[in-house]
């Protein structure tokens, strides 16, 4: 779906990714890598495959945009313990495999925990508040910094709840445009959602999984607070 946010032409993916086509940047936020890893060495029994899946998603949103930058809003691992060999190994296949492009990584409250990446690897890290353009890049909501139009970030998982002609839909990840902070959905598969309440004239972009409609492909849906 195409948006206009600020004055800033933007594309926002049902996959919970945005697109800046003047600069060719894929935005994502809160791929939490690793994390089921760190559960299981906790002795906490869940599914392996989150991060290859989440790698998947985000290598099919390169391809399909074409973008040439990819920019993570914070928190690219959930703890130190995530980073275990089989997860460097499936994201230094992804760097390899992604050569051209550059990645830059937003520094969030989990990257802060996790603390330096390998050396070798080919992401530039950065503290929240940095500016592409017109647009500010960060991790937590906050006020736009000052000579921004926009501030992207994540951190919150945002989540609105929604019913429709009696039908109950539950919770729902969710883009959400609040006083010019643009809030992505969390983009890691293991990840869970916050609900949050959105204000008069915030926007909402409600994602409708395709197992919600069986229409094969997910929806957005935008809902705007009056």
């Known amino acids: ?6 004055g800033i032409e933007l594309q926002l993916h049902a996959e919970r990714a ?18 089921a890893a760190t559960f299981r060495r906790h002795g ?44 460097c190994e499936l994201l ?23 603390g330096p990446l390998p050396s070798s690897w080919p992401i530039e890290v950065v503290n929240p508040g940095q500016r ?21 970030c994540g951190h919150l998982h945002p989540a609105v709840r929604f019913a429709v002609g009696g039908e109950d839909f539950g919770k729902l ?12 959905p969390a983009i890691g598969e293991f990840t869970g959602t916050h609900v949050i309440r959105p204000r008069r004239d915030d926007h909402t972009w409600m994602i409708v999984d395709e197992d919600r409609f069986g229409s094969g492909e997910s929806t957005l849906i935008h ?3 009056h």
């Open 18 to 35: 945005v697109f800046w086509r003047q600069q060719r940047a894929l935005f994502v936020a809160d791929t939490h890598f690793g994390k």
């Open 92 to 114: 230094e296949a992804f760097f390899a495999k992604h050569g051209q492009i550059q990645f830059t990584l937003v520094r969030g409250n989990h990257d802060t925990q996790v």
């Open 132 to 152: 592409v353009g017109p647009i500010a890049i960060g991790h937590h909501p906050t006020a736009v910094p000052a000579g921004a139009s926009l501030l992207l």
């Open 173 to 184: 990840p969710c883009f959400w445009l609040s006083n010019r902070c643009f809030v992505l």
């Open 223 to 225: 809902q705007h607070d």
């Open 1 to 6: 779906m195409d948006v206009d946010v600020a």
């Open 44 to 87: 906490i029994p869940v599914p392996r495959g989150s991060t290859s899946g989440t790698l998947g998603k985000i290598d099919s949103l390169l391809e399909k945009t074409q973008a040439t930058r990819l920019i993570i809003l914070g928190d690219m691992f959930h703890a130190r313990s995530s980073l275990t060999p089989k997860v």
